[in-house]
């Protein structure tokens, strides 16, 4: 098929490539000549893994790239992917999708046959309907011939791992409100996917749809907190969480993933969805206490674990090495990272910051020039008076002789990734939940 994507963000690329690579013919839309220059000349302009293969393979033939909308008219189906960030109150910003969505139409306007929009953007229930829908219409002049149908089909992609979740996912949302035409179509778009997957395939109403992927998201987050507030628990006990955690995780009715306790969540996605669905609640009177509670918690641990640093140190003036950036391993996005805490936690408590992360060091510089970056964990840890691990990347399991270069060997995991065995005698190891 001939598909369109507006968006050449984090979801708009990956869907674009891994599209491009199921055999698709297709072409990405973004305001940013860089980004479409880039994406024909076979580059990925953000850092995830695999997807730079699949635009070196395809960039500039199978996938180009355009900041036409004009090159819709050539499709048959378009894909939304853009931003709805977060307002002041929590509810989402839809000012560019909006923006998006009426080019769009304005683009349909000289299209005869029938097209299909697809929003993958995150948005709450009913905006496709009330929001899009008229817009689209609107602006393409064809509301009256229905000339084109609106679809919701949510994103479900982690960064660290978006081009597998795409290819390999476990659940394709497709909502419709019976609309066969726009059902049949994105049958065809994902028709490669379902034909070497096992994914379920939910045919739903469009509200149904934008609901379950903030559903998704408020659940993950929830349960997050959960095992980080039971994991605190265990701290003040002596117990070891991750022991209780994997007992827990036997029992089919809990599962065993999203049980590692540790600092909490970030990301674009969590914080921005969760914040979205308890401002939208609010619009219907309704306060959803557990999804306070779950950010309550969220917010609370980097605090608890400078606190575990104080319970060993005064670290005014003191060189403290902060090991992992981004908001998780596996990708350069410090959006929410609770490294942003825990750095600003250190700068109140006077230390000396040292930072240290394989990929995400710029994008953290352009949030805190003033600190110092190292160029490895080793040059991180040179000469500090404490080490707290905030990412779970693979390196750091494999540090042992690099804490012998500490001035004084204090480490506080918040990921459990440090073997406290490899620790110099007379080092001090504190895990967070354990």
Known sequence: MKVSIVGSGYVGTTVAACLADSGHEVVNIDVDEDVVENLNDGLSSIHEPGLDKLIEKHGGDQLRGTTDYGAIRDTDVTFLALPTPSTDDGSIDLSVLKAGARSVGEALAEKDNYHLVVVKSTVIPGTAEDVLVPLLGDASNSIERRDFSIASNPEFLREGSAVTDFLDPDKIVFGTDGDERALDRLHDVYHPIIEETDAAVVETGRRE???IKYANNAFLAAKISLINDIGNICKEFGVDAYDVADAMGLDDRIGERFLRSGVGWGGSCL???????????????????????????NERQPENMLA?????????????AVLGLAFKPGTDDVRNSRAIPIIEGLRKRGAVVVAYDPVATENMRAQFPGIDYA?????A????????????????TALSHEFERMADPIVVDGRRVINPKVLPDGATYEGLTW
């Open 308 to 320: 575990l640093l104080d319970d060993h140190a005064d670290v005014s003036d003191k060189r403290i």
């Open 271 to 297: 914080p921005k969805d969760v914040a979205a669905l308890c401002a939208a609640a609010r619009t219907q009177d309704y306060e959803p206490a557990l999804l306070h509670a779950a950010v309550e918690i």
């Open 209 to 211: 749809a934008e609901m």
């Open 381 to 396: 840890l040179e000469n500090s008076h404490g080490a707290l691990v905030v990412t779970g990347w693979d390196e750091f």
């Open 375 to 379: 160029k490895s964990a080793t040059g």
